[in-house]
């Protein structure tokens, strides 16, 4: 299936401390898509090969967080995720959306989360991508080898470069063969606007840890987890679904971080059935 164009679908909107860019698609209860938190990714291209099955069930909004894609750039003071959640429900309150259903890719996904538990009314349901809201792992040293990687990617000796954005693109799928240079062209391309430099090289903003705060998420939440995953330890998908209210687990063998495109066709299925049960 063929993906739409994208620029007849880019929005933007203004909101208390942000501009905010994003896609619009499709038809249907509204579905909040958010992106990962590697340098250079935006909501359009992390859910490219989603977006025409997806588009069919739900109106789709694309969102590009501050700092990615074609959204403000600034640098967040105090709690990251909190700030962001504050940003979604100003979103939905500026689009008369009251309550939306949300899929997060990694650092998407813990925007999501953070959502869930400051505003549950604006959270109908909720799918997370290999997203780890702690800072801990019982099995795994911290951080990550991929959330290392991209830490080191701004503020790492040279700066940014086309190796280093290779080398990230490299920890985030299990099949290198959807490491293409394509994809990794587009994301350094992406990832070097000065602005973006600008905001990444200011001192970084505290890590939030959501351990203590997972029990208030009472949204119906689907987890999904790459057995192969080098950007997020397994078993912290394992803690939050036990401690959500209302969570399941699914694992993917042989997959990594992407899951949504690893294994496109099982993530549309999978996504589509979980968000279809808990509509209002």
């Given at each position: 299936?063929?993906?739409?164009?994208?620029?007849?679908?880019?929005?933007?909107?203004?909101?208390?401390?942000?501009?905010?860019?994003?896609?619009?698609?499709?038809?249907?209860?509204?579905?909040?898509?958010?992106?990962?938190?590697?340098?250079?990714?935006?909501?359009?291209?992390?859910?490219?090969?989603?977006?025409?099955?997806?588009?069919?069930?739900?109106?789709?909004?694309?969102?590009?967080?501050?700092?990615?894609?074609?959204?403000?750039?600034?640098?967040?003071?105090?709690?990251?995720?909190?700030?962001?959640?504050?940003?979604?429900?100003?979103?939905?309150?500026?689009?008369?959306?009251?309550?939306?259903?949300?899929?997060?890719?990694?650092?998407?996904?813990?925007?999501?989360?953070?959502?869930?538990?400051?505003?549950?009314?604006?959270v109908e349901s909720l799918v997370v991508i290999g997203s780890a809201p702690t800072v801990y792992s019982l099995f795994t040293p911290m951080p990550v080898e991929g959330v290392k990687l991209i830490g080191q990617y701004y503020r790492g000796e040279g700066g940014p470069t086309?190796?280093?954005?290779?080398?990230?693109?490299?920890?985030?799928?299990?099949?290198?063969?959807?490491?293409?240079?394509?994809?990794?062209?587009?994301?350094?391309?992406?990832?070097?606007?000065?602005?973006?430099?600008?905001?990444?090289?200011?001192?970084?903003?505290?890590?939030?840890?959501?351990?203590?705060?997972?029990?208030?998420?009472?949204?119906?939440?689907?987890?999904?987890?790459?057995?192969?995953?080098?950007?997020?330890?397994?078993?912290?998908?394992?803690?939050?679904?036990?401690?959500?209210?209302?969570?399941?687990?699914?694992i993917f063998t042989k997959c990594g971080h992407w899951v949504q495109v690893e294994r496109e066709g099982e993530f549309n299925e999978l996504v589509l059935n979980f968000l279809a049960r808990y509509r209002v």
């Amino acid at each position: 299936m063929q993906l739409p164009e994208e620029s007849p679908t880019s929005r933007y909107v203004d909101l208390a401390k942000v501009r905010i860019h994003y896609n619009e698609i499709g038809d249907g209860p509204p579905l909040v898509c958010l992106h990962g938190g590697g340098p250079g990714a935006n909501s359009w291209s992390n859910f490219a090969a989603n977006i025409p099955v997806l588009m069919r069930s739900y109106r789709l909004l694309l969102v590009d967080l501050p700092n990615f894609g074609k959204s403000s750039r600034l640098v967040i003071e105090g709690p990251p995720l909190t700030f962001l959640a504050r940003v979604m429900d100003e979103l939905l309150s500026a689009l008369d959306i009251a309550k939306a259903a949300f899929v997060g890719n990694s650092y998407g996904g813990q925007v999501a989360i953070k959502t869930a538990i400051d505003f549950p009314t604006r959270v109908e349901s909720l799918v997370v991508i290999g997203s780890a809201p702690t800072v801990y792992s019982l099995f795994t040293p911290m951080p990550v080898e991929g959330v290392k990687l991209i830490g080191q990617y701004y503020r790492g000796e040279g700066g940014p470069t086309y190796a280093k954005m290779k080398q990230i693109i490299g920890t985030m799928v299990f099949d290198q063969r959807f490491a293409t240079e394509e994809v990794i062209r587009a994301r350094y391309e992406a990832s070097i606007d000065p602005e973006l430099i600008r905001v990444n090289t200011a001192p970084p903003p505290v890590r939030q840890d959501l351990t203590a705060e997972l029990p208030r998420v009472a949204a119906p939440t689907l987890v999904l987890w790459g057995m192969d995953d080098r950007a997020g330890a397994l078993d912290v998908g394992l803690l939050m679904t036990r401690a959500m209210q209302n969570a399941q687990m699914h694992i993917f063998t042989k997959c990594g971080h992407w899951v949504q495109v690893e294994r496109e066709g099982e993530f549309n299925e999978l996504v589509l059935n979980f968000l279809a049960r808990y509509r209002v």
